[in-house]
């Protein structure tokens, strides 16, 4: 079992900054890759980012590719989504996902995939 827990979240002016974290209890954080979905409301989850187990692997979203960076820290359990360039349609509630995956180099996309999730964090971009 993991437990996740985002941090970060808030308000933010149209191209500003924001730094998401996702803390994931447990020993084993390193068998998981890592992903961020993001919800509009009314919308589906929508994939933004994932990285692998060893962190040498990561996808974006079209949507973010040039904008989002995420990265991991097995040592500290923890990944994070560093956001630049926002944009007021980048509003939203972002989780962290865990993906139990065998391969260490693997990324996946699609929310199923996905066995752990956390609470969720609110963004919000102000144009």
């Known amino acids: 079992q993991v437990q996740l827990v985002e941090s970060g979240g808030g308000l933010v002016q149209a191209g500003g900054s924001l730094r998401l974290s996702c803390a994931a209890s447990?020993?084993?954080?390193?068998?998981?890759?890592m992903g961020w979905f993001r919800q509009f409301p009314g919308k589906e989850r929508e994939f933004v980012a994932a990285?692998?187990?060893?962190?040498?692997?990561?996808y974006y979203a079209d949507s973010v590719k040039g904008r989002f960076t995420i990265s991991r820290d097995n040592a500290k359990n923890t990944v994070y989504l560093q956001m630049n360039s926002l944009k007021s349609e980048d509003t939203a509630v972002y989780y962290c996902?865990?993906?139990?995956?065998?391969?260490?180099?693997?990324?996946?996309?699609?929310?199923?995939?996905?066995?752990?999730w956390g609470q969720g964090t609110q963004v919000s971009v102000s144009s």
């Open positions: 447990g020993r084993t954080f390193s068998s998981y890759a």
């Open positions: 996902a865990a993906d139990l995956i065998l391969l260490t180099t693997s990324v996946r996309s699609r929310p199923n995939e996905y066995d752990y």
């Open positions: 990285i692998s187990r060893s962190g040498t692997a990561t």
